[in-house]
């Protein structure tokens, strides 16, 4: 029997005028983007976090400090990779991916295909073990005033020996 483990991130970033709007590694047009250390690429902060939980090997904070010069302005596509190999060293694969949005506008909906395909592109898997959901806040919190943008993400990983 493979063995499995399921891993859960979340992440939040502000959103502030003149930074890029980067949602799952793909630039949305949008008035603002995410404030942070690296591009502030909240969905693959999540996904990162739920991968690194799922094998135990800490999280994206310790991974990569935001202390250390080497990730300002990092892509964030790098930061998921490092953190996929290290799992993957672990005796790792993944299942499946799974993501919660919070996003009160742009809509992400017709972007959704494009930001599946970058995400599992940098994992490295087929799009059918990846999925992205996008919702609202209904005009409430800091998501819902447009300040935020926040993401939930689920993985499972399945044991590498294992057929996946
Ligand atoms: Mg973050």
Redesign the pocket.
Known sequence: MPEVRSGLGW???RLVAGRPLMVGGIEIPHDRG?D???D???VL??ITDALLGAAALGD?GEMFPPSDPAWKGAD?RKLLATALARVRESGWEIGNVDAVIALERPKILSHREAIRDSIAETLGVGRERVFVKAKTSEGVDAVGSGAAIACWATCLLISAEAPV
Do not use: C, F, P, V
């Open positions: 992440d939040l970033h995410e942070g250390h690296s502030g690429d909240a902060h999540a994206i964030s």
